[in-house]
């Protein structure tokens, strides 16, 4: 009897620390909050993604004053909970306490609440008298703060790998930046990624949360913009919203059951033509490979029309605004999400940050499809809500012209179709980017055609954009040639770039017609947002007129490989008030007549002339 009793509570002691394994097993935990933290008075509330395990049925409290969690809705294998907060306006900053409580346990989660920092220098856009500059951040400079090296991940002989680039690297050069004049910058991504080496652009992201470490940190980051906007130089951040990296927690364990366009194992490959989406006629069949498709065959392709996606990406968006003060994004991979969803992004930035504004990348030859992602009107019933577009036609016909011999009338028609989109003078203009091979290592290239091409690019209309490097005429071939690191922003270069007397004697020409250019955008009206007239066009030349009240801007390029003499003819033009031609950039005198106007330009040459 007596082991009888002491077998007994032996088995009830052994069910007791069972059953208190299990509850405890059970209880909720909580390992991630997204957004980390949240601004007290901002137009907009969050909804929180919490992440962890056995968040099924889970109830979430708040436990501070003007806090209040409305609703909650359970994720997928409840590792995710999701939770939507109400902020009151007087609401204290500090830590807001919130309860995740199940019926087997609970768990505390805190969410910084902050006061709003520089709100006057947020999200204020980018506008036709800007100039862009395009770095790609582990390819300009490197401070030496990159904590990540300790990984292997660095080797400035791979070109597909890291090269140490940095943050702060930017930082340190936008002295530079503010020599050469341009009043916007645009880093290349600076998100978390999958942690190899080969992840160096940004284009990977696992974490939309958190500034990768090979970069710096948020910081970091911060300090850049604070220093870039003292200079009067804005900052655009690039934004990823179409596809992750493969390493993202989220492939193995989505969230919801929507929450990608297929599975690892089952997925459409991206389709390159966005036809189909402006076709009313096209099908369902060849729609579905473009929005939903995933790239190279493995980039997990996320569906932003998961309306919990849909709302993880807004609030992701104005949290790096209200974070970082950005002025601006660039929209990587524009078309490839869908217009509807882009509309939702927009409009919920746009109750916080009224005049911000989006460059949505529409990689297509033709206006007709690129006029179609412009936002600001509905087209199919839609409003994508981006303020403009990149101008990719113009791009390519400026190749075509200036390197493979293409008539100057395709580069006239590129602007005749400007009658497609509502704002052409905001479209983002560019001769190259870290897509396309440089202009220099283009066919036929030559250091003349290169600076035609920044004549051009400054002087037509649009907000044009510099990739960097291009300035000093900088060389590079196709991906991951046109990629290469900044001479000067790393130890042991053979020169210095970012100063004039370490440029060599082709670096330091290039460098001043492109800042003589810069200035003269930001010197005119007319070359930011006047009226842009074309006079002539034929196969081996152009003329066209930038006019605004009080300042007009004779531009006449000359693509023929001999010195041509243009007429222009005064009489129903508006050259017919015409008193005087000033040359400002590489133009001689011209002559004036009653009824014409003669000017000589030289071979392969932008000549640049200030009417009164």
Known sequence: MKHFRQSRAFLVFVCTLVCAVALCAQAPLVSKVEPPNWWVGLAHDPMLLLTGENLQQARVISGTPGVTVWRVQ?????????????????????????????????????????????????????????????????????????????????????????????????????GYLKDLGVTAIWLTPWWKNDANAADYHGYHVTDFYAVDDHFGSLDDLRTMVSAAHRLGIKVVSDYVANHTGP??????????????????????????????????????????????????????????DDPLLEEYLADNAIWWMESAHFDGYRLDTFPYSSRASWGKWHQALRTVYPQVTSVGEVADESPVVTSFYEGGRKTQGIDSGATTVFDFPFFHRLRGVLNHNEPVTKLANVFEHDLLYQHPEGLYTFLGNHDQKRLLSDDNATPEKLKAAFSLLLTVRGIPGIYYGDEIAMRGGDDPDNRQDFPGGFAGDAHDAFTAAGRTAEEQAMFLHVQRLVHLHREHPALQKGSM????????????????????????????????????????????????????????????SAEQVTVPVAPMTVSIYRLR
């Open 74 to 174: 359970a994720g997928a294998e409840g590792r995710y909970l999701f939770a939507w907060l109400r902020i009151a306006r007087n609401t204290q900053p500090g830590k807001a306490l919130l309860t995740v409580h199940t019926t087997t346990g609970e768990t505390q989660v805190v969410l910084p609440l902050e006061k709003r920092e520089r709100v006057a220098e947020t999200g204020k856009g980018v506008h036709a008298d800007d100039v862009l500059y395009l770095i790609m951040p582990d390819r300009f400079a490197d401070a030496g703060s990159d904590p990540a090296k300790s990984r292997n991940h660095v080797d400035r002989a791979d070109p597909r790998v890291y090269h140490g680039g940095d943050l702060n690297g930017v930082t340190q050069h936008l």
């Open 533 to 592: 007239t074309l006079l002539e066009a034929n196969e081996t030349s152009m003329v066209y007129l930038r006019e605004e009240p009080g300042d007009r801007v004779l531009v006449v390029f000359n693509a023929a490989p001999k010195e041509q003499t243009i007429t222009l003819p005064r009489a129903e033009t508006p050259l017919q008030e015409l008193t005087a031609a000033e040359p400002l950039v590489d133009a001689a005198s011209a002559s004036i």
């Open 247 to 304: 390493a993202h927690p989220w492939v193995q364990h989505p969230p919801t059951a929507t929450w990608w366009h297929g599975s690892p194992q089952h997925h459409l490959d991206a389709q390159y033509n966005f036809w189909p989406l402006l076709d009313p006629h096209s099908t369902l069949h060849d729609r579905r490979p473009v929005l939903e498709g995933w790239f190279a065959g493995k980039l997990p392709d996320i569906n932003p």
